[in-house]
């Protein structure tokens, strides 16, 4: 981390840049963030890469602009437009004066760190949302832009351990912060604001098929893709799914992606059609899993699963691998809960005594939602990143002007 000459800094306009703001749980991740920032002490801006269709339709764009943040969409459709947004982003962030770019996502890492140097910005911070294990090529690029970077702030201890391994990033400038869930009690029940509410107006009321929402209900939440694990769940579902448990139990996959068709195609050629709904992307995703009994996620990596926390938090039971974040999310006491070794024979073992065992299930969603409610607020989450940012400033030589909540010194 290179030393820079003391000076003073009043005020500390925060720059937010991410790939797209389409509802994800990166996405939902910066929402939160930007809007529980300090404003006494913290300007935010939010800087957008995708000028995609696709990601504006769903864009959590004016969310942002709901809560007086500014959102500057780049316009990058194609590589022929990323040197001309590299440049708008540099004399941007150079003409604003910003004090702090915390990046989102492997794209806008990249981008970002390139334009924050031009522009130079003090503080420079990548996020590191997933244990990406299998892109040589973006690993190669995150590494050989490296030295742009004043430090990685990961969303997990296993994800922090990831960078500090693959990415051979200084452990002295990994940090780790995990994701936060927004929870309010209403009428005795908690429910997730999640920033995806302010698009339910874009849906038709949920509308299940003949045969469904008849049963008890398992979801899997999340892209229809394969790191999300879903083949290998339905492709084992054999060992667990007994005459007694495919009567009681439905599944409701509540999501979209690549995978949609082979899914279920697979689910035809395995008889599952009458088990496994295809509900698609939700906006209201978080209300249909407050009144589930099960969260499975069988995925292949993550970073810190934001279905796992909304769930844990909305004291749902859950089956997990144990992927980046899963332990950490759920804490000492979630065993029953997490398969150790991607055994199929081990996630049916233990997804059969969750599936029949009611005093377990809700022992083991107590217990979840204690954990979220005591570690993962979005408060909590966002004063991590302030404190970080102040002592990363501070290493650099920056003397930190701390505002009361008045925003006077």
């Given at each position: 981390m290179?030393?820079?000459?003391?000076?003073?800094?009043?005020?500390?306009?925060?720059?937010?840049a991410i790939t797209e703001l389409s509802p994800g749980g990166a996405e939902k991740a910066l929402v939160h963030l930007a809007t529980s920032l300090d404003r006494a002490r913290f300007t935010p801006?939010?800087?957008?890469?995708?000028?995609?269709?696709?990601?504006?339709?769903?864009?959590?764009?004016?969310?942002?602009?709901?809560?007086?943040i500014e959102v500057v969409e780049l316009g990058v459709r194609g590589i022929v437009d990323a040197l001309p947004a590299l440049w708008r982003l540099a004399r941007d962030l150079r003409a604003r004066r910003v004090t702090i770019l915390q990046t989102f996502m492997y794209h806008a890492n990249i981008f970002g760190r390139i334009a924050g140097r031009l522009a130079g910005v003090p503080l420079i911070c990548s996020g590191?949302?997933?244990?990406e294990r299998d892109a040589p090529l973006r690993l190669k690029f995150d590494r050989l832009t490296r030295r742009f970077?004043?430090?990685?702030?990961?969303?997990?201890?296993?994800?922090?351990?990831f960078t500090c391994q693959t990415l051979r990033a200084p452990s002295s400038h990994v940090f780790s912060i995990p994701n936060g869930v927004d929870l309010e009690l209403v009428?005795?029940?908690?429910?997730?604001?999640?920033?995806?509410?302010?698009l339910l107006g874009e849906q038709s009321p949920l509308t299940p098929p003949e045969g469904f929402a008849r049963r008890k209900r398992m979801v899997v939440l999340g892209r229809l893709a394969p790191q999300k694990g879903i083949d290998w769940l339905l492709e084992h579902a054999t060992l667990w799914l007994t005459p007694e448990i495919r009567n009681s139990w439905e599944l409701w996959l509540l999501g979209d992606g690549p995978q949609r068709e082979s899914l279920q195609s697979l689910c035809h050629r395995l008889g599952l059609e009458d088990f496994v709904w295809f509900a698609g992307w939700r906006a209201d995703a978080t209300d249909i899993l407050a009144d589930s009994q099960l969260l499975l996620l069988p995925s292949r990596w993550e970073g810190m699963s934001n279905s796992l926390l909304e769930a844990a938090g909305l004291r749902v039971a859950t089956m997990c691998h144990a992927v980046e974040g899963v332990e950490q999310t759920l804490g000492p006491h979630a065993a029953p809960q997490i398969c150790y070794d991607r055994s199929a024979r081990e996630?049916?073992?233990?997804?059969?005594?969750?599936?029949?065992n009611d005093d377990l299930r809700e022992k083991m969603a107590n217990a979840n939602q204690a954990r979220v409610l005591e570690l993962f607020s979005v408060e909590k989450i966002a004063r991590r990143y302030e404190s970080t940012w102040t002592q990363l400033l501070r290493a650099k030589g920056y003397e930190i002007d701390e505002y009361d909540a008045r925003g006077q010194r």
């Open positions: 290179t030393h820079i000459q003391t000076n003073t800094i009043n005020k500390r306009v925060v720059a937010l801006i939010v800087y957008t890469l995708s000028g995609l269709s696709r990601d504006t339709e769903r864009s959590l764009a004016p969310v942002l602009r709901s809560h007086g590191v949302r997933v244990a970077v004043d430090a990685w702030l990961c969303v997990g201890d296993d994800v922090a351990t009428q005795g029940r908690w429910r997730v604001n999640s920033p995806t509410r302010n996630w049916a073992d233990k997804i059969t005594a969750l599936l029949t």
